[in-house]
């Protein structure tokens, strides 16, 4: 029901920075992102609310990366500083309908199509 479209990766040089966008054709209770390296499991980096904008943050990108939203646009944006080569992965947009911030992936109910993120050193 709901599309979300995201944009913004790239290949980028390690301490450089990147900001993601992702489009959602709808609104629901929270966005978030995840990544997805090759070989390993989609992780948790970060969510927001649309209507209170309350945060949450994995510890390894705290300090690093930032999550907004503009609510008249229907978009999200992550905004990456300091990149390192182990931020390299598929960035993931995601929508949940049910109250909370989740950090799992099951708690999720939309799906962007990724978007490829490189970092080199």
């Known amino acids: 029901q709901v599309q979300l479209v995201e944009s913004g990766g790239g290949l980028v040089q390690a301490g450089d920075s990147l900001r993601l966008s992702c489009a959602a054709s709808?609104?629901?209770?929270?966005v978030g992102w995840f990544r997805q390296a090759p070989g390993k499991a989609r992780e948790f980096v970060t969510a927001?609310?649309?209507?209170?904008?309350?945060?949450s943050y994995a510890d390894f990108v705290k300090g690093r990366f930032t999550i907004s939203r503009d609510n008249a646009k229907n978009t999200a944006y992550l905004e990456m500083n300091s990149l390192k080569p182990e931020d390299t992965a598929v960035y993931y947009c995601?929508?949940?309908?049910?109250?909370?911030?989740?950090?799992?992936?099951?708690?999720?109910?939309?799906w962007g199509q990724g978007t490829q993120v490189t970092v080199s050193s």
């Open positions: 927001i609310t649309w209507s209170a904008g309350d945060i």
């Open positions: 709808g609104r629901t209770y929270a």
């Open positions: 995601a929508a949940k309908l049910r109250l909370g911030l989740s950090k799992f992936r099951t708690e999720y109910d939309y």
